[in-house]
DNA sequence: CTAGATGCAAATTGTTTGCTGGCGA
DNA sequence: TCGCCAGCAAACAATTTGCATCTAG
C-alpha cells in the first residue's frame, strides 16, 4: 500500500470511520492524480469508475481528509467561483487571473514563503496555508484584447 | 462636493446612469466610512438611514463603483464565506485568520508589493488586485485552544 | 448486530436577475 | 416623455444536511 493510501486509512480508522468502497476509490484516484484538481473534475471521474458515488460523498470524504492535514482546499481566481484541492505533499502553487482573457498563470516564489516567516517572526503566527491569488492583465492582453482562455492552466513557473 | 462623490457622480454619468436617491445615500455612506466594509453591514446601515434601499441595489451599485476603480472586492478568510470591499484610496490590508478562535488579524507587507514587482518584473504581468488570505493559528491559541471571536478584526499591524 | 456511511433531495448562503411599476433628466 | 432604476421575489451555484437505508466490522 502507497504512502497516500496508508496516510489516508490511518487517518479514517484513527477518526473511528470505516474503509468503504467509495472511500477506497476517492483515495487511490487521489493517489494517481497529478496532486490538484477541482471539486466538480474529482467528481466526474469518479463516477466515470463507480456509478455508485455522489456529490455528497464526495464534499464529505475531502473535508476528512482535509481535516487530517492530507489534502488543503484553496482557490485560484480572485472571484473564487470554484474550489480546488491539492495534496499537502504537493508545493503549493499560486495562480494569477487575467481579466481580460481569464487564462490562469500558476506560479511559485519564495516571497510566499518569506512572508510566512515574516508573519511567524513578527507576530507569532503559525501559518497552515496561504490563499494567493492575483489578477490582471497578461503580457497578451497589456496591448490588445484577446479571446477567452477560461480554467486553461499553464504549467507552474518558477520565480528566483 | 468631495472627492469620492464627485469621481463617484462622474463614473455613473459617464455611464449614462442616473443619480437616484439610493444611490446618492450610498455614496455618502462610503465617502464617510472608514473604508473598508461587507455587504451586509453596509446594506444594514443603509436600510436604517432610509428603508428603501434593497439589498439588490446594494449589490448593483457596488458592482457599478467596482467597474470605476472607486472600489474594490476581496475576500478576507481562507473559505471565503463573504466578500468585502474597500475604497481604492485605502491602502489595502491582508488577512490572517486563526483556525481556533476565528479572530481575524489584518496586516501590510512590503513583501506582498515585492511579490507583485516580482511578477511584473519576470512574467510581464501587471497586477490590479490581490486576495492574500492566510491561516493558521494566533499566538494566543497555540498552547490552549480559545473562545471564538469571529470577526473580531484587529487594527491593522505594519510588518517590516 | 450497530454505529457509521451512503444516496437522494431538500435546505442554506451569498449573489444575481427577470419583471413591472416608478422616476430622473 | 422615455428609458434607466428600484424593489421584490425567484433564480442560481456551490456546498451542506436530514433522513431512511445499507453495510463494514
Not at 464526495?58 to 481566481?77: D, G
Not at 519564495?110 to 497552515?128: I, K, S, T, Y
Amino acid at each position: 500500500m502507497s504512502w497516500f493510501t496508508e496516510q489516508a486509512t490511518e487517518a479514517i480508522r484513527n477518526a473511528g470511520g470505516r474503509m468503504t468502497a467509495q472511500r477506497k476509490l476517492l483515495i487511490a484516484l487521489l493517489e494517481n492524480s497529478d496532486g490538484e484538481f477541482d471539486v466538480e473534475t474529482f467528481f466526474h471521474i469518479a463516477r466515470a469508475n463507480d456509478s455508485n458515488v455522489s456529490i455528497a460523498t464526495v464534499y464529505r470524504t475531502l473535508n476528512i481528509l482535509e481535516a487530517a492535514r492530507l489534502v488543503k482546499q484553496h482557490y485560484r481566481s480572485r472571484d473564487h467561483e470554484r474550489s480546488y484541492y491539492e495534496l499537502v505533499s504537493k508545493e503549493p502553487a499560486y495562480h494569477f487571473t487575467c481579466r481580460a482573457c481569464h487564462k490562469i498563470i500558476a506560479f511559485h516564489s519564495p516571497l510566499v514563503q518569506a512572508l510566512e516567516r515574516q508573519l511567524a517572526a513578527e507576530l507569532g503566527l503559525v501559518v497552515f496555508g496561504a490563499c494567493i491569488c492575483l489578477d490582471g492583465l497578461c503580457p497578451d492582453c497589456q496591448n490588445q484584447p484577446e479571446q477567452d482562455k477560461t480554467d486553461h492552466v499553464s504549467p507552474t513557473l518558477l520565480l528566483a
